[in-house]
């Protein structure tokens, strides 16, 4: 294949239209963990973000600047104005989950998202930042073609959409395991087999119980080996015919056993949500639909 042939292949993958059905499936479940994002937050909010909270908006300032994008920085941080945009950001959120101005809801959201995220930078983990990237690129995503408040009202759903900002999130999120794949690999603890093992004792993130002989050193082995190798292979084999079903289970398993074991909040269903991206029209109906058919 030439270079040529190469560039016109990928192009056509980056402009032509696809079927907003996993685009619409991703927006539904995002949403719904958007919300559960701020009822998570819900009960800290003062504890986390406010005036008397134990991280000042004096010292976020002097830690990120003034250049951010932060709310907060032009209008404080008092209870007053921390409610009211975390319940901007709930409703937009909902919002978005129904597809109602879900291009408007998506920024709204991303605001409200980098506003916290920069108001405290001590209480995220990388599906934050996932998130918080996904509600920027949903910005300029046709989400609301299909399964949403905009297409009742119009009347009908769009047979196709344009796939750029549909293809930045599936790349997003290839980017996404690539770069824990590396970052992974390098470790000396991933590479003997014992990430798992040591991570089993740590005792704050344990929720559910696990069997003894998941504990044993060849288990730890075979979980971390397994996990580099699905992390790993997953931004290449989705991409193909034969290999993307069964990757997308691999991943969809691996992210519930770490659920069921560890209490990392949102991370693994926020991952599972991303999984939509990559089914087709057909696996989408097969799934949420109880007509196959339907329009």
């Not at 990120?64 to 404080?76: D, E, K, M, T, Y």
């Not at 597809?99 to 920024?107: I, K, N, Q, S, T």
């Not at 009742?152 to 999130?169: D, E, Q, T, W």
């Not at 034969?242 to 519930?256: N, Q």
């Amino acid at each position: 294949m030439t270079f040529e042939r190469v560039i016109s292949a990928f192009w056509r993958w980056v402009t032509e239209p696809v079927s907003p059905l996993p685009l619409a499936t991703f927006r539904i479940l995002f949403g719904l963990v958007l919300l559960l994002n701020g009822a998570f937050l819900f009960q800290d909010l003062d504890m986390w973000f406010e005036t008397n909270g134990i991280f000042p908006l004096s010292l976020a300032r002097s830690m990120i600047g003034n250049n951010r994008l932060n709310v907060f920085l032009q209008l404080g941080d008092s209870h007053a104005i921390v409610s009211t945009v975390f319940w901007i950001y709930m409703a937009a959120s909902a919002l978005l989950m129904v597809g109602l101005f879900p291009r408007r809801m998506a920024l709204i959201a991303y605001i409200a998202l980098a506003s916290f995220g920069h108001r405290n930078l001590y209480i995220l983990h990388s599906g934050d930042t996932f998130i918080r990237v996904a509600s920027f690129l949903m910005i300029f995503a046709p989400s609301g073609a299909a399964w949403s408040v905009e297409s009742l009202i119009r009347g009908y759903p769009l047979k196709s959409i344009n796939p750029a900002a549909f293809r930045a999130l599936q790349f997003q999120v290839c980017l996404l395991y690539a770069a824990a794949f590396c970052f992974k690999a390098k470790g000396a603890a991933w590479m003997n087999g014992s990430s798992v093992y040591i991570v089993q004792q740590l005792t704050e993130f344990q929720r559910f119980p696990v069997p003894d002989f998941m504990r044993t050193p060849f288990m730890s082995k075979v979980l971390t080996w397994s996990t580099l190798a699905i992390e790993g292979g997953f931004p290449l084999l989705v991409w193909f015919r034969d290999t993307r079903l069964i990757v997308i289970l691999l991943m969809v398993l691996m992210h519930l056993g770490i659920e069921f074991s560890m209490n990392i909040q949102l991370f693994e269903w926020t991952l599972i949500s991303a999984m939509a991206l990559f089914l087709n029209e057909n696996e989408i109906r097969r799934l949420f639909c109880r007509n196959p058919h339907a329009p």
